[in-house]
């Protein structure tokens, strides 16, 4: 068996998350967050050259000579698929894999709010999934497809860098499109989207102007949009997406965002206490008329007060879910504040639920 092939094995039968190869070091499993060594065979720069060769085809191959990295999707003998990732370091080459489900998820399954689900079915708008990398945001993002896919007669297109989940036609017909395979960038796809007669939109990723700007406007047309940033809180969501344009145009995007935003989901990644892996905690913003009213008027700052007393309305601050999860026993009290946005009010959150 090729070397590639017997480290995929390992990843999955340790139900890894990631498998990072390194020249120099050996190969490392990211389990439930924590990184572990397969054995202590170190990489040579040979070993790396002979697990890229075995996953990129003869024209990624060339992408990634020319461009020094390639994002791709791979999927093995046994149906496993994986998101890769291949790269240059200090004169060398890496690898990260990382392994992709193959069940999408429900969102009932993920512990999502089940507000969300109806929040999924609205015919226009803007959903926006945020956290830090690998907490499980693209995850999200499938089960709020998947979601609309069972349960709505309509046309679903996403533009994905790469295409991770694969969704197949239930009630819905399902168009994936892979950026780099299928179209040149996010920002391209969503020029021509508009002509493909769909009903909702999945965008991978927002990475600039030009990407939020389109996005906002195919919501406004009519259009169910879920994307993703990569902010912490859905305060520095909504600012990140208005402080990109320029200080002429912010007033307009605040009116626009204010109008077609539906909700915005913050989540992150902490460790069970039960070692059974790890459990998402979520923050979730809906765009009510209040918040509404404070994008508008540039009051950004004044929704973390909303989301801490519009919880009979479906919404949680992250920090008061971190406190729901230490007062069930989910997760430790540390962890939980490794985690905290701001510790003083997850202590404050804690200590009301604990009356």
Same mark, same amino acid.
């Given at each position: 068996?090729?070397?590639?092939?017997?480290?995929?094995? /390992?990843?999955?039968?340790?139900?890894?998350?990631?498998?990072?190869? /390194?020249?120099?070091?050996?190969?490392?499993?990211?389990?439930?967050?924590?990184?572990?060594?397969?054995?202590? /065979?170190?990489?040579?720069?040979?070993?790396?050259?002979?697990?890229?060769?075995?996953?990129?085809?003869?024209?990624?191959?060339?992408?990634?000579?020319?461009?020094?990295?390639?994002?791709?999707?791979?999927?093995?003998?046994?149906?496993?698929?994986?998101?890769?990732?291949?790269?240059?370091?200090?004169?060398?080459?890496?690898?990260?894999?990382?392994?992709?489900?193959?069940?999408?998820?429900?969102?009932?399954?993920?512990?999502?709010?089940?507000?969300?689900?109806?929040?999924?079915?609205?015919?226009?708008?803007?959903?926006?999934?945020?956290?830090?990398?690998?907490?499980?945001?693209?995850?999200?993002?499938?089960?709020?497809?998947?979601?609309?896919?069972?349960?709505? !007669?309509?046309?679903?297109?996403?533009?994905?860098?790469?295409?991770?989940?694969?969704?197949?036609?239930?009630?819905?017909?399902?168009?994936?499109?892979?950026?780099?395979?299928?179209?040149?960038?996010?920002?391209?796809?969503?020029?021509?989207?508009?002509?493909?007669?769909?009903?909702?939109?999945?965008?991978?990723?927002?990475?600039?102007?030009?990407?939020?700007?389109?996005?906002?406007?195919?919501?406004?047309?009519?259009?169910?949009?879920?994307?993703?940033?990569?902010?912490?809180?859905?305060?520095?969501?909504?600012?990140?997406?208005?402080?990109?344009?320029?200080?002429?145009?912010?007033?307009?995007?605040?009116?626009?965002?204010?109008?077609?935003?539906?909700?915005?989901?913050?989540?992150?990644?902490?460790?069970?206490?039960?070692?059974?892996?790890?459990?998402?905690?979520?923050?979730?913003?809906?765009?009510?008329?209040?918040?509404?009213?404070?994008?508008?008027?540039? /009051?950004?700052?004044?929704?973390?007060?909303?989301?801490?007393?519009?919880? !009979? !309305?479906?919404?949680?601050?992250?920090?008061?879910?971190?406190?729901?999860?230490?007062?069930?026993?989910?997760?430790?009290?540390?962890?939980?504040?490794?985690?905290?946005?701001?510790?003083?009010?997850?202590?404050?959150?804690?200590?009301?639920?604990?009356?």
């Amino acid at each position: 068996m090729a070397l590639i092939q017997e480290l995929l094995t /390992k990843q999955i039968q340790g139900s890894a998350s990631d498998l990072i190869l /390194k020249v120099g070091s050996p190969a490392v499993l990211r389990i439930h967050g924590d990184l572990v060594n397969i054995d202590s /065979k170190v990489m040579t720069d040979g070993d790396i050259k002979s697990c890229i060769a075995g996953i990129l085809t003869e024209t990624q191959l060339g992408t990634f000579q020319e461009h020094k990295e390639i994002d791709i999707s791979y999927e093995n003998a046994e149906g496993t698929r994986f998101r890769v990732n291949v790269f240059r370091q200090q004169g060398v080459s890496g690898m990260v894999l990382r392994a992709i489900p193959s069940r999408v998820p429900t969102i009932e399954e993920l512990g999502i709010p089940a507000i969300l689900r109806s929040i999924t079915m609205r015919p226009r708008g803007l959903i926006i999934v945020t956290g830090p990398s690998g907490c499980g945001k693209s995850t999200t993002q499938a089960a709020l497809i998947n979601h609309r896919n069972e349960n709505d !007669q309509c046309h679903i297109v996403t533009v994905e860098d790469p295409i991770e989940f694969i969704h197949k036609n239930k009630k819905a017909l399902v168009t994936q499109r892979e950026v780099g395979r299928d179209t040149q960038s996010f920002a391209n796809a969503l020029k021509f989207v508009l002509r493909q007669d769909p009903d909702v939109i999945l965008v991978g990723e927002m990475r600039d102007l030009e990407t939020i700007s389109l996005a906002i406007t195919a919501a406004e047309t009519g259009h169910t949009v879920i994307t993703t940033l990569h902010t912490s809180d859905s305060v520095s969501t909504i600012d990140r997406m208005i402080d990109v344009f320029p200080p002429h145009q912010q007033s307009q995007i605040r009116m626009q965002l204010s109008l077609n935003l539906l909700c915005v989901i913050s989540q992150n990644l902490l460790k069970r206490t039960d070692g059974k892996g790890r459990v998402a905690a979520y923050e979730i913003l809906l765009a009510t008329p209040s918040v509404r009213n404070l994008i508008r008027e540039a /009051k950004t700052h004044q929704i973390s007060s909303a989301l801490q007393t519009s919880q !009979q !309305q479906g919404m949680i601050s992250f920090d008061a879910c971190l406190a729901n999860f230490v007062r069930k026993r989910t997760v430790t009290k540390e962890e939980a504040l490794s985690k905290a946005l701001n510790p003083e009010t997850f202590i404050k959150e804690l200590n009301l639920l604990s009356k």
